[in-house]
T-cell receptor, first 113, second 107 residues
């Protein structure tokens, strides 16, 4: 089945630790995205990538880092510099960047204790 | 940046009722999507609708790009329709999400 997978589903970390969230897609999509969702709110864009080895900051990139070494994979690292990292993180992909339909993974719930 | 406003913020329906959700946006957009977020957090694609009208079963959507709004219609609502409905618009290659409409359908 083609789709987007995210792991783990739930993640607990101590304050001050970096943590990496996984996102993999087998849809052969060029573009991939990371969003953050806080309770009762919409999604906010963290980073996006149109092509391998290239990525751009979204609206709330501070405290996060990404890499795009393979077309299928777009991992997100939540660093200790992120002031309020507890949130629901969603990964998405689209065929291209310019307004193509986005498809989402199941998400990772990160709790920092 | 582009502003996206959804209304109403909350909606309580009795099973079988019809409803309309609205999405207003502040600038011209390349594309627009409607999503349903289920209780487990999964975002399900409902419509990819930059303009015009589309229907999928009991759901339909209309986007009037020149007037900068889109409408999502739910007919004969069912309890499985409960959840949050999001509108997202594409501006310069990045999607901007509205705050969502929380829908509760009671038996």
């Amino acid at each position: 089945d083609g789709g987007i997978t995210q792991s783990p589903k739930y993640l607990f970390r101590k304050e001050g630790q970096n943590v990496t969230l996984s996102c993999e897609q087998n849809l052969n999509h060029d573009a991939m995205y990371w969003y953050r969702q806080d309770p009762g709110q919409g999604l906010r864009l963290i980073y996006y990538s149109q092509i391998v080895n290239d990525f751009q900051k979204g609206d709330i990139a501070e405290g996060y880092s990404v890499s795009r070494e393979k077309k299928e994979s777009f991992p997100l690292t939540v660093t200790s510099a992120q002031k309020n990292p507890t949130a629901f993180y969603l990964c998405a992909s689209s065929k291209g960047l310019a307004g193509d339909e986005q498809f989402f993974g199941p998400g990772t719930r990160l709790t920092v204790l | 940046g582009i502003q996206v406003e959804q209304s109403p913020p909350d909606l309580i329906l009795q099973e079988g009722a019809n409803s309309t959700l609205r999405c207003n946006f502040s600038d011209s957009v390349n594309n627009l999507q409607w999503f349903h977020q289920n209780p487990w957090g999964q975002l399900i694609n409902l419509f990819y609708i930059p303009s015009g009208t589309k229907q999928n079963g009991r759901l339909s959507a209309t986007t009037v790009a020149t007037e900068r709004y889109s409408l999502l219609y739910i007919s004969s609502s069912q309890t499985t329709d409960s959840g949050v409905y999001f509108c997202a618009v594409d501006s310069w290659g990045k999607f901007q999400f509205g705050a969502g409409t929380q829908v509760v359908v009671t038996p």
